[in-house]
Nanobody
């Protein structure tokens, strides 16, 4: 199995910053991509940012210029630096990994348990 453990959520004032981390562990042959999704109450889960193994990344329009996704391949860890946070960024943030457990298996999606980010004064 592959486990994803997130950390770094919390309460922050508008305009503040937070850094989320997500470490993947377990039976991992290769991670093709990792990303962050979020889900606010009453809304669908949405992609925030993703980064592929080659290093290319993409962002939701709502976070471009404020959030930065990065990864440490040696640690199988992905980070989300969130700056200039707004109340509308409040949500549960989930880590996602598209990973292969062996050279001959297909890739599967794995999810973390989620971490709460609350932006409020």
């Amino acid at each position: 199995q592959v486990q994803l453990v997130e950390s770094g959520g919390g309460l922050v004032q508008p305009g503040g910053s937070l850094r989320l981390s997500c470490a993947a562990s377990g039976s991992i042959f290769k991670i093709n991509a990792m990303g962050w999704y979020r889900q606010a109450p009453g809304k669908q889960r949405e992609l925030v940012a993703a980064i592929i193994s080659g290093g290319s990344s993409n962002y939701a329009d709502s976070v471009k210029g404020r959030f930065t996704i990065s990864k440490d391949n040696a640690k199988n860890t992905v980070y989300l630096q969130m700056n200039s946070l707004k109340p509308e960024d409040t949500a549960v943030y989930y880590c996602n990994a598209d990973a292969m457990r062996s050279p001959w298996s297909r890739s599967y999606d794995y999810w973390g348990q989620g971490t709460q980010v609350t932006v409020s004064s």
